[in-house]
């Protein structure tokens, strides 16, 4: 896979990054996390903001660390705000500018969804025996489903090709059946996971 190059973050991105999570945030459904593969094709394909590499390993560490899963969207606003400071910055400046990545990316995707679902679930708890209303409630699950598959298909796929990498395809697959079909905590299956990783298994 070819290494990317990070573009110059300027002034103007920040509002970019911004606008986009505001946009992002209203089609959240299910959680911020079905958003990631656009968060992606934004953040490393069109703007180069961040490499695949730190993407992925964005989204790993939050879903490793105890909390809510939109927990990744503030590593992204952080590696964001890392790669907008000069790399010959003092320690201090960058976790400003890391801290500020934050702070815009947290704001964009928490305000807009956040509003609108304290005013939706009062209207729908008021209106819950509405057939409209239970019909979307029914509609949204398989749309909920198709966007995490198309975020674990996104991840695997930052790995480069699958057929050169087929232990990790195999491993995306059987770890995708113990999620469904056991009870096994997730920290379990990142710890081994990490261990496979390091062994040079995948």
């Known amino acids: 896979?070819?290494?990317?190059?990070?573009?110059?973050?300027?002034?103007?991105?920040w509002w970019l990054l911004l606008l986009h999570f505001l946009s992002?945030?209203?089609?959240?459904i299910g959680g911020a996390i079905t958003t990631a593969p656009e968060m992606q094709r934004y953040m490393v394909q069109d703007q180069h903001w961040l490499?695949?590499?730190?993407?992925n390993s964005s989204i790993a560490l939050a879903q490793a660390a105890p909390g809510p899963n939109v927990l990744f969207i503030a590593v992204l606003?952080?590696?964001?705000?890392?790669?907008?400071?000069?790399?010959?910055?003092?320690?201090?400046?960058?976790?400003?500018?890391?801290?500020?990545?934050?702070?815009?990316?947290?704001?964009g995707i928490l305000v807009p969804s956040t509003t609108l679902t304290f005013a939706l679930a009062r209207w729908g708890h008021r209106n819950r025996n509405l057939r409209a209303v239970r019909a979307f409630k029914q509609g949204m699950a398989p749309i909920v489903v198709a966007l995490l598959?198309?975020?674990?298909?996104?991840?695997?796929?930052?790995?480069?090709?699958?057929?050169?990498?087929?232990?990790?395809?195999?491993l995306t697959l059987v770890i995708a059946l113990?999620?469904?079909?056991?009870?096994?905590?997730?920290?379990?299956?990142?710890a081994g996971g990490a261990l496979l990783g390091w062994l040079g298994w995948v």
């Open 1 to 13: 896979m070819t290494p990317q190059v990070l573009g110059h973050i300027q002034g103007g991105d």
């Open 77 to 107: 606003g952080w590696n964001f705000g890392l790669n907008a400071a000069a790399t010959a910055a003092p320690l201090w400046l960058q976790w400003t500018w890391g801290l500020a990545g934050v702070t815009v990316a947290m704001v």
């Open 149 to 170: 598959v198309a975020t674990g298909w996104l991840m695997t796929m930052g790995h480069g090709d699958l057929v050169q990498n087929w232990k990790l395809a195999v």
């Open 24 to 28: 992002l945030s209203l089609l959240a």
């Open 51 to 55: 490499t695949d590499a730190e993407f």
């Open 178 to 190: 113990v999620v469904w079909r056991t009870k096994i905590h997730l920290l379990w299956l990142l």
